[in-house]
T-cell receptor, first 115, second 117 residues
């Protein structure tokens, strides 16, 4: 079964600074990777996904992530954060070719943007 | 489209009471899921369904039952609530459709905050 590790439970950062949220998953031949965002008191919504092709994936709100197969990582980045980016971010992985189409979620990283 | 809706938004139960949470989706998705979210634990899968009339256990199924009598609805039941079931419950659905690849990205409802005293 897949496992997902989000290395930081909380990331504080100042507004307009760059940020990286880290995600590592257990090894597999082929995986689908996702980042979801959860704003306070809301459900999760998809930020971006990697299925195949280019390893650099662009999502909504200026976020991007890079798939690194050799390091089994899918880190999320934004060059300049806003106060409105304060939220919980979840990394998820599914392994459809291995028969596991249901995603496994990491425990989440709380991004706190200070003015 | 309303997407995924959940009823109720908030509920307080006493230990031993029962209740049903309703999830509805209008996107014609085949797969539906129930998760619970607790601080520091992320999302944990309770039960899921791959189609009308089918259900399966997830990571933390004990104390919960589910039913999927109609494709658009997925019900989560607590027969005898316990304080350990205090949590925020999220329903999600995902698209299977046609064409490749099928990504199984999930669409989430707004959540139900349940407190068991």
């Amino acid at each position: 079964a897949q496992s997902v590790t989000q290395l930081d439970s909380q990331v504080p950062v100042f507004e307009e600074a760059p940020v990286e949220l880290r995600c590592n998953y257990s090894s597999s031949v082929s995986v689908y990777l996702f980042w979801y965002v959860q704003y306070p008191n809301q459900g999760l919504q998809l930020l971006l996904k990697y299925l195949s092709g280019s390893t650099l994936v662009k999502g909504i709100n200026g976020f991007e992530a890079e798939f690194n197969k050799s390091q089994t990582s899918f880190h999320l980045r934004k060059p300049s954060v806003h106060i409105s980016d304060t939220a919980e971010y979840f990394c998820a992985v599914s392994d459809p070719l291995g028969g596991s189409y249901i995603p496994t979620f990491g425990r989440g990283t709380s991004l706190i943007v200070h003015p | 489209n309303a997407g995924v809706t959940q009823t109720p938004k908030f509920r307080v139960l006493k230990t031993g009471q029962s209740m049903t949470l309703l999830c509805a989706q209008d996107m014609n998705h085949e797969y539906m899921y129930w998760y619970r979210q607790d601080p520091g634990m992320g999302l944990r899968l309770i039960h899921y369904s791959v189609g009308e009339g089918t259900t399966a256990k997830g990571e933390v199924p004990d104390g919960y039952n589910v039913s999927r009598l109609k494709k658009q609805n997925f019900l989560l039941g607590l027969e005898s609530a316990a304080p350990s079931q205090t949590s925020v419950y999220f329903c999600a659905s995902s698209y299977t459709g046609t064409g490749t690849p099928i990504s199984y990205e999930q669409y989430f409802g707004p959540g139900t905050r349940l407190t068991v005293t």
